[in-house]
């Protein structure tokens, strides 16, 4: 167990539709990652947050948006679903503010897009 | 753009063999660390090495950071079926102040009983 939690463990929606993924951080981590993996893409890192502010931006699409709370959690919100988007996306927290650099993952949220 | 390729891509072996599997990029990373994740669950981490040359033993498992810290290698010895499973490095650099991690493509090992 990372301590790194996610919510929904699996969503299945339909096209055009629009889904929510949670996650809550390690206690005392204040950065929050999410990223994306098919069978064809490998592990995309999306975007970074890092003590409620926007870090670093990836492969994001601009359907897809995020935010971090002042609790610390986060919300990786996926907008016009097409199926695609049908992929497996985790959350990792880390301290953020080291040099060696560790993330922890989550379980991962099966999003399938019918 | 940083990549980090990672060969091979599969590998399936029978148990008892040795293994290794490479991680290599143009750029060069402050750290590098090594997950393994298994079907539907998340990459776990199993090390970071920091220093050019730097060798970290973990049971069976030898990771490497290279000299100029542009690559790493993973060796396992006498692998088991709980090995199975696919192996991730991730580069950790710095890009316009801020710090910026990129996943390897991913080399997927299957170790027959």
């Known amino acids: 167990d990372s301590g790194v939690t996610q919510t929904p463990k699996h969503l299945i929606t339909a096209t055009g539709q629009r889904v929510t993924l949670r996650c809550s951080p390690r206690?005392?981590?204040?950065?929050v990652y999410w990223y994306q993996q098919s069978l064809d893409q490998g592990l995309q890192f999306l975007i970074q947050?890092?003590?409620?502010?926007?870090?670093a931006k990836g492969n994001i699409l601009e359907r897809f948006s995020a935010q971090q709370f002042p609790d610390l959690h986060s919300e990786l919100n996926l907008s016009s679903l097409e199926l695609g988007d049908s992929a497996l996306y985790f959350c990792?927290?880390?301290?953020?503010?080291?040099?060696?650099?560790?993330?922890?993952f989550g379980p991962g949220t099966r999003l399938t897009v019918t | 753009t940083q990549l980090l390729e990672q060969s091979p891509q599969f590998l399936s072996i029978q148990e008892g063999e040795n293994l290794t599997v490479y991680c290599n990029s143009s750029?060069?990373?402050?750290?590098l660390q090594w997950y393994r994740q298994e079907p539907g669950e998340g990459p776990v981490l199993l090390v970071t090495?920091?220093?050019?040359?730097e060798v970290k033993k973990l049971k069976r498992l030898t990771f490497q950071f290279g000299d100029a810290r542009k690559d790493s290698s993973l060796h396992i010895t006498a692998a088991q079926p709980g090995d199975t499973g696919l192996y991730l490095c991730?580069?950790?650099?710095?890009?316009?102040?801020?710090?910026?991690?990129?996943f390897g493509t991913g080399t997927k090992l299957q170790v027959i009983p």
């Open positions: 990792a927290s880390s301290v953020g503010a080291s040099d060696t650099y560790e993330q922890y």
């Open positions: 206690s005392g981590d204040l950065s």
């Open positions: 947050y890092y003590n409620g502010e926007e870090r």
């Open positions: 750029s060069v990373f402050s750290s």
């Open positions: 090495v920091v220093t050019g040359g």
């Open positions: 991730a580069g950790a650099s710095y890009s316009g102040g801020y710090q910026k991690v990129t």
